[in-house]
């Protein structure tokens, strides 16, 4: 079966400092990854995706991430922390097979002035 | 282009009522999800369409919860009776096909009391 751990449950970060959340799956196979955010009372957006190939990631909004298959992760990181950035992050992993998604518990993030 | 339309935005019940939410998933995706997400978690699929058919209801409590998709489009979920534990947030996200981004909409936050 496959899962997502995210072990952070809560980060705080100051405004204009870097960002790194954790992401680590479980997955028998080739694993299709995902990040999405979710700001208050709003549905999920779609931050990058991991499918095949180079295993950097660019995603919007300045986000990147990095498949390393010999850790089982897919961490999200930011160079510079905007005060928009303040949402709920969720890493998500899919089967090759039939693309079903399971979701990490999610990592909240706040952002200090 | 307009995203997924959910309604309403949010419902308060008694215990033992019945609820149902509305969804409308975007123009020419065939493929359509309920996912649940209490509180502190990630959300988690309940049903997937494609068209007018079910995917998968593997986990999807069917002594309780029912949903359906008429003409491939709009799609109800309904729980009846409801429980305490229902209390979550409902989303319903789409895609064009299940290989494809899913795009979710704003959800719908249930109250049991």
């Known amino acids: 079966a496959q899962s997502v751990t995210q072990p952070d449950i809560h980060i705080t970060v100051s405004e204009g400092a870097s960002l790194e959340l954790r992401c680590n799956y479980s997955y028998g196979a080739t694993p299709y990854l995902f990040w999405y955010v979710q700001s208050p009372g709003q549905g999920l957006q779609l931050l990058l995706k991991y499918f095949s190939g180079d295993t950097l990631v660019q995603g919007i909004k300045g986000f990147e991430a990095e498949f390393k298959r010999s850790q089982s992760s897919f961490n999200l990181r930011k160079p510079s922390v905007h005060w928009s950035d303040a949402a709920e992050y969720f890493c998500?992993?899919?089967?090759?097979?039939?693309?079903?998604?399971?979701f990490g518990a999610g990592t909240t993030v706040t952002v200090r002035a | 282009e307009a995203g997924v339309a959910q309604s309403p935005r949010y419902k308060i019940i008694e215990k033992r009522q019945s609820v149902a939410f509305w969804c409308n998933p975007i123009s020419g995706h065939a493929t359509l999800y309920w996912y649940q997400q209490i509180l502190g978690q990630g959300p988690k699929l309940l049903i997937q369409?494609?068209?007018?058919?079910?995917?998968?209801d593997s986990q999807l409590p069917k002594d309780r919860f029912s949903a359906e998709r008429l003409k491939g489009v709009d799609s109800t979920l309904k729980i009846q009776p409801a429980k305490l534990e229902d209390s979550a947030v409902y989303l319903c996200a789409s895609n064009i096909d299940y290989v494809d981004t899913q795009y979710f909409g704003p959800g719908t936050r249930l109250t049991v009391l």
């Open positions: 369409f494609q068209n007018n058919g079910v995917v998968d």
């Open positions: 998500a992993v899919g089967g090759s097979n039939d693309y079903k998604l399971s």
